[in-house]
């Protein structure tokens, strides 16, 4: 089956403790994108990454890291994560031709942060 | 940079009416359109794209939108309502020259009545 996976889908943290969220696609898709949806205001890209070894940032990236060493799979790391991180967390994979086709969006990770 | 204005955060229209959901953006450059749908405790769902081709676009479950360029809009419609359409609707644009950077609008909710 076609998808986009997360883990883990809940996360309850203490400010400052590393975290990593995962992310992988088995579409073979090139894009892949990290959002956070927060109530009023929609989703916001944090990074996004066009193809193995590019990432680039999106609206919110502070706070934030990525990498993406493999196509299928697009980490989320918090290095430092702050209550004000506490939010709906989305991935996404999409084809690149042409423009940004269609996104398939993963289950979503609430994370808190306290 | 491109942005995108939803109108309305809530929505409500009876089953069998005509749903219309707006959406106002701004770009520099020929922009791609996207609508997505997220219903409860789920991931986003591409509804429809404009992506330069046709201005009237055709989508999923009975949607379509108009890109009006003159006006910036490109707001969605249903010409009947289904109890199913019940979720929450964002608009989100991409510029053409730097398509992986996506901004969603802050989401139209609709609720449809009996």
Same mark, same amino acid.
């Given at each position: 089956? =076609? ?7 809940? !996360? ?10 995962? *992310? ?18 929609? !989703? ?7 193809? $193995?070894? $590019? ?8 706070g ?11 980490? !989320? ?13 989305? *991935? =996404? ?13 993963g ?6 942060? !306290? | 940079?491109q ?23 701004? +770009? ?5 359109? &996207? ?11 591409l ?15 009975? &949607?379509?939108?108009? &890109?009006k360029? +003159?006006?910036? +809009? ?5 010409? +009947? ?6 979720a929450?609707? &964002?608009?989100?644009v ?21």
């Amino acid at each position: 089956e =076609a998808q986009v996976t997360q883990n883990p889908r809940y !996360l309850i943290t203490v400010t400052g403790k590393k975290l990593t969220v995962t *992310c992988s696609q088995n579409m073979n898709h090139e894009y892949m994108s990290w959002y956070r949806q927060d109530p009023g205001l929609g !989703l916001r890209q944090i990074y996004y990454s066009m193809n $193995v070894e $590019v990432t680039d940032k999106g609206d919110v990236p502070e706070g934030y890291k990525v990498s993406r060493k493999e196509k299928r799979n697009f980490p !989320l790391i918090l290095e430092s994560p702050s209550p004000n991180q506490t939010s709906l967390y989305f *991935c =996404a994979s999409g084809t690149t031709s042409p423009g940004v086709g269609e996104q398939f969006f993963g289950p979503g990770t609430r994370l808190t942060v !306290l | 940079a491109q942005s995108v204005t939803q109108l309305g955060s809530h929505v409500s229209v009876s089953e069998g009416a005509l749903v219309l959901l707006r959406c106002n953006y701004s +770009s520099s450059v020929p922009p791609y359109l &996207f609508w997505y749908v997220q219903y409860p405790n789920q991931g986003l769902q591409l509804l429809l794209k404009y992506t330069s081709a046709a201005t009237l676009v055709k989508g999923i479950n009975g &949607f379509e939108a108009e &890109f009006k360029k +003159s006006e910036t +809009s490109f707001h969605l419609t249903k010409p +009947s309502a289904h109890m199913s359409d019940a979720a929450e609707y &964002f608009c989100a644009v991409s510029e053409s020259d730097s398509w992986g950077k996506l901004q969603f609008g802050a989401g139209t909710q609709v609720v449809v009545t009996p």
